[in-house]
Nanobody, 120 residues
């Protein structure tokens, strides 16, 4: 059974940083892509970032480029999202999803989400 468990959310002031973690199990981690998504209150879910563990390729939404960094530790089956220079508009529930055949594929399983709140 595929399981994805997010952690690391919290309350931070604008300009601050947080690192989210997504611990994966139930599949061969280094053969798949894992993505981070977010959903703010009253808004649709949007893709934030994705990493393909097989070749290390990464993707970012324009709104987070230069501020967020995605990485993976294949030994720990964990994907991280380092979020710097946070803005109030980054406030949302963040979800990791996977495994996908690529960052453009379908994400079959989702974690429970972790709340990120950025105060102004």
């Amino acid at each position: 059974e595929v399981q994805l468990v997010e952690s690391g959310g919290g309350l931070v002031q604008a300009g601050g940083s947080l690192r989210l973690s997504c611990a994966a199990s139930g599949f061969t981690f280094d053969d798949w892509a894992i993505g981070w998504f977010r959903q703010a209150a009253g808004k649709e879910r949007e893709g934030v970032s994705c990493i393909s563990s097989s070749d290390g390729s990464t993707y970012y939404a324009d709104s987070v480029k230069g501020r967020f960094t995605i990485s993976s530790d294949n030994a720990k089956d964990t994907v991280y999202l380092q979020m710097n220079s946070l803005k109030p508009e980054d406030t949302a529930v963040y979800y990791c999803a996977g495994p996908a055949s690529s960052c453009h594929g379908n994400f079959g399983s989702w974690g429970q989400g972790t709340q990120v709140t950025v105060s102004s």
